[in-house]
């Protein structure tokens, strides 16, 4: 079965300090995998998506993100947090030839001045 | 400029009421999914259509219906509202695989 773990649920880091959240999935076949960012009482925003190209994937808001297929992993970085990075972050993975999304549970990331 | 708008925004209703939520999306997508978003169980799935006259059900489908006449609409019809369906819904399209657009979403309060 198709699933995804987000393995934080909350993350605090301070201002200009590296972002870390983790992400790790299950899949049969050739999965996309993509990252979505919603801030409180918003709907949700694609930080950015890897689908079987460059396993080094940038986003917007200088996100990034490694697809490691023999870890199984996606996780996504930033250099240095913004205030304005405070805000809840999904993993979330699709399969080839199915339409569904698979989304994990979500890391909500602090940021501290 | 494409985009998916859902109607209302905020939803107040009495326990037993029929209610439907709009989903609209001019992107020309033939995939739309429902979700609902509560505290601690991320988003779940409800329903998802892949073209006209086609649906299925999600995970949390019990309680809902939904129907697919075109391909910019898929309203989520509420049959009899109870109080744990109280939660933030989320419309959201693609084309096949690929990116998830999502609107902005509708809180229902089931009183």
């Known amino acids: 079965a198709q699933s995804v773990t987000q393995l934080d649920s909350h993350v605090s880091v301070s201002e200009g300090t590296p972002v870390l959240l983790r992400c790790n999935y299950s899949s049969s076949y050739s999965p996309s995998l993509f990252w979505y960012v919603q801030h409180p009482n918003k709907g949700l925003q694609l930080l950015l998506k890897y689908t079987s190209a460059a396993t080094l994937v940038k986003g917007i808001n200088g996100f990034e993100a490694e697809f490691k297929k023999s870890e199984t992993s996606f996780h996504l970085t930033k250099p240095s947090a913004h205030m304005s990075d405070a805000a809840e972050y999904f993993c979330v993975v699709s399969e080839y030839n199915f339409n569904k999304f698979y989304f994990g549970s979500g890391t909500k990331l602090n940021v501290k001045p | 400029d494409a985009e998916i708008t859902q109607s209302p925004r905020h939803k107040i209703t009495e326990t037993g009421r029929q209610v439907t939520l709009a989903c609209h999306q001019t992107?020309?997508?033939?995939?739309m999914f429902w979700y609902r978003q509560d505290l601690g169980h991320g988003l779940r799935l409800i329903h998802y259509s892949y073209g006209v006259q086609d649906t299925n059900k999600g995970e949390v489908s019990d309680g809902y219906s939904v129907s697919r006449s075109n391909t910019e609409d898929l309203p989520l019809t509420l049959e009899s509202a109870a109080s744990s369906q109280t939660s933030v819904y989320f419309c959201?399209?693609?084309?096949?695989?690929?990116?998830?657009?999502f609107g902005p979403g509708t809180r229902l309060t089931v009183l």
């Open positions: 959201a399209s693609s084309e096949r695989r690929d990116t998830q657009y």
């Open positions: 992107w020309n997508h033939n995939n």
